[in-house]
């Protein structure tokens, strides 16, 4: 069984008036909308993972205030297909396993392949990249929907999740 991860695809990050503009972002909205709708003709499970921070996160001394929890930039774009059966998964690091209950929420579904899109390339999908990996999980990245502010830094990073995390870029 494989699952969607649409990580980190919040109001802060996608559009330009949000604490953490990613802008190449919203050139990945479509893809991603037309994996959703892949996942869900097939019976497969969709999970949004979301940056939920607190207050005074000590995250924002290197990133500066994003995604705190309960306000607007803590909101996924509304472009994006979410539905109620949608699984929401709300994180306050990278990684998306750290400190969440998401790697039993995928296994009590079956899910032994995870495929990862949203923001940023070489943080967010990366880490959690890595902690899937690590779990035994299959990850797979398509390329057309993930997105970064630096263009080296996710060429890297990409590279890193084929070439040591055994990921499959697509
Ligand atoms: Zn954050």
């Given at each position: 069984?494989?699952?969607?991860?649409?990580?980190?695809?919040?109001?802060?990050?996608?559009?330009?008036?949000?604490?953490?503009?990613?802008?190449?972002?919203?050139?990945?909205?479509?893809?991603?909308?037309?994996?959703?709708a892949e996942?869900?003709?097939?019976?497969?499970?969709?999970?949004?993972?979301?940056?939920?921070?607190d207050?005074?996160?000590?995250?924002?001394?290197?990133?500066?205030?994003?995604?705190?929890?309960?306000?607007?930039?803590?909101e996924?774009?509304?472009?994006?297909?979410?539905?109620?059966?949608?699984?929401?998964?709300k994180?306050?690091?990278?990684?998306a396993?750290?400190?969440?209950?998401?790697?039993?929420?995928?296994?009590?579904?079956?899910?032994?392949?995870?495929?990862?899109?949203?923001?940023?390339?070489?943080?967010?999908?990366?880490?959690?990249?890595?902690?899937?990996?690590?779990?035994?999980?299959?990850?797979?990245?398509?390329?057309?929907?993930?997105?970064?502010?630096?263009?080296n830094?996710?060429?890297?990073?990409?590279?890193?999740?084929?070439?040591?995390?055994?990921?499959?870029?697509?």
């Open positions: 069984m494989r699952a969607l991860l649409v990580i980190d695809m919040l109001k802060d990050f996608v559009y330009e008036e949000g604490a953490l503009p990613v802008h190449s972002a919203r050139k990945i909205i479509e893809p991603i909308n037309r994996k959703i996942f869900r003709s097939r019976g497969e499970p969709v999970f949004f993972i979301c940056d939920a921070h207050k005074e996160d000590e995250e924002f001394e290197v990133w500066g205030e994003h995604a705190v929890e309960g306000t607007w930039g803590a996924v774009i509304d472009e994006l297909d979410r539905r109620e059966e949608d699984v929401v998964i994180k306050k690091r990278f990684s396993f750290y400190g969440t209950n998401l790697e039993e929420e995928l296994r009590k579904r079956g899910v032994d392949e995870v495929v990862l899109t949203g923001v940023l390339t070489n943080i967010c999908v990366l880490h959690t990249a890595a902690d899937a990996a690590m779990r035994g999980f299959r990850v797979v990245v398509p390329r057309d929907c993930v997105a970064a502010i630096d263009e830094a996710e060429r890297w990073a990409l590279m890193h999740m084929a070439e040591v995390l055994g990921a499959e870029i697509v």
